[in-house]
Every structure is written in C-alpha cells, then in structure tokens.
T-cell receptor, first 113, second 112 residues
Framework: DSGVTQTPKHLITATGQRVTLRCSPR?????VYWYQQSLDQGLQFLIQ???????AKGNILERFSAQQFPDLHSELNLSSLELGDSALYFC????????????FGPGTRLTVL | GNSVTQMEGPVTLSEEAFLTINCTYT??????LFWYVQYPGEGLQLLLK?????DKGSNKGFEATYRKETTSFHLEKGSVQVSDSAVYFC???????????FGTGTSLTVIP
C-alpha cells in the first residue's frame, strides 16, 4: 500500500459527459501528479501540483482540468468525454519537488461508452 | 529536451533466466534515474533508483547502474521468477520541478 488513495476505482460513463476523479496523497506529501495510461499511448504525464499551485503541465487536453485543495487532495476533471478518453488514470504524490520518488495510487479505470 | 527510451517488449523468459531491459536517456542536466514496476491490476511501484553517475540501485535481486558516459540505466536480474512478471518502466527526474519522464514500459512474462 503506497498510502495514495484514489476514488472511484472504476467509472463507466457516456460520451459528452463530465467526471471527477479524486486523489488523496500520502500524509506529508505536497506534490500531486496525474497520469493517463492507455494501451496505445503508454503512461502520459498530465499535470503536477505542488502545495496547491500548478507546477508543471504535460499532455493534458483543454477538456481536462485539475486542482489541488488546501488539504492537499486533488481532483482531475474530465469533460466532454470521448471514447478515446477511456484509460487508467493514476495519481502519484511525492514529498516536494526535488529528486523525490513518486508514490502511485491504484488508479481509476475510466470507460467511456 | 528530456526523454527516456527503453527496449520494446514484450519479453518472455523462462524461470531462472538472466534479464536485461535496456534504458537510455536524454537530459539537459543531471537527472536522477528510476525503475518502476507495475504488477497486473496495480499502480506503479518504485523498484530502484540512482541519483548520480556510477551509483548502483538494487532491490529484490534487480540492479541498475547509472552510466553517464553511455547515458544508460539498464535493468538486470540474474535469475528471474514467475512473480517478476510485470511491466517495467524506466524514468528520469530533473532536479527542478520534479517532473518525471517515463519510458513506454517493457512487459515481462516469466514462464515456469
């Protein structure tokens, strides 16, 4: 158990809908990262937050957004969903911003029908 | 820019065989290097890491040495077990921002 929790574990929805994925980092970790893992794209970095502020952006679509709250949990919002958004979404956390290993949550499997 | 290239899979080995998964990197500075492992149905877990040139990371019989001259961090294990069947990801992190750059992953299947 990494100490990172993600909810829900599975999510099935329809095209055009909007969903929110939630992540609670390990106790004491200030950085949260979001990744998308699909069969054809591999593991793609989406976005990083550090202590409530956006720190780095990767291959995140404009339809996607995220935030980190004062209690350090984070939410990833996916809107106008398309079939191609079906994937595993991982959250990871780390202590800070320098050379720290990332601890991954178990992931949320999103299926868009 | 920064990137990681790892050997494509899938890799299938017999139990007790020797494993090598190649990983090379490109970085604008001095990165830390990592190997993560993802078992079926789970998230990624850190397997080992090295933070500077010539460091050797090791864990659970796996080893990797940070080679600055060849910009490589190859993963090795002398005798694989069925329980090592998983996807292995090479990654690097720079000392600013802590953004990770992951390779595409290499799937390993070990057969009895």
């Amino acid at each position: 158990d990494s100490g990172v929790t993600q909810t829900p574990k599975h999510l099935i929805t329809a095209t055009g809908q909007r969903v929110t994925l939630r992540c609670s980092p390990r106790s004491g970790d200030l950085s949260v990262y979001w990744y998308q893992q699909s069969l054809d794209q591999g593991l793609q970095f989406l976005i990083q937050y550090y202590n409530g502020e956006e720190r780095a952006k990767g291959n995140i679509l404009e339809r996607f957004s995220a935030q980190q709250f004062p209690d350090l949990h984070s939410e990833l919002n996916l809107s106008s969903l398309e079939l191609g958004d079906s994937a595993l979404y991982f959250c990871a956390s780390s202590e800070g911003t320098v050379y720290n290993e990332q601890f991954f949550g178990p992931g949320t499997r999103l299926t868009v029908l | 820019g920064n990137s990681v290239t790892q050997m494509e899979g899938p890799v299938t080995l017999s139990e007790e065989a020797f494993l090598t998964i190649n990983c090379t990197y490109t970085a604008t500075g001095y990165p830390s290097l990592f190997w993560y492992v993802q078992y079926p149905g789970e998230g990624l877990q850190l397997l080992l890491k090295a933070t500077k040139a010539d460091d050797k990371g090791s864990n659970k019989g796996f080893e990797a040495t940070y080679r600055k001259e060849t910009t490589s961090f190859h993963l090795e294990k002398g005798s694989v077990q069925v329980s090592d069947s998983a996807v292995y990801f090479c990654a690097l992190s720079m000392n600013t921002g802590n953004q990770f750059y992951f390779g595409t992953g290499t799937s390993l299947t070990v057969i009895p």
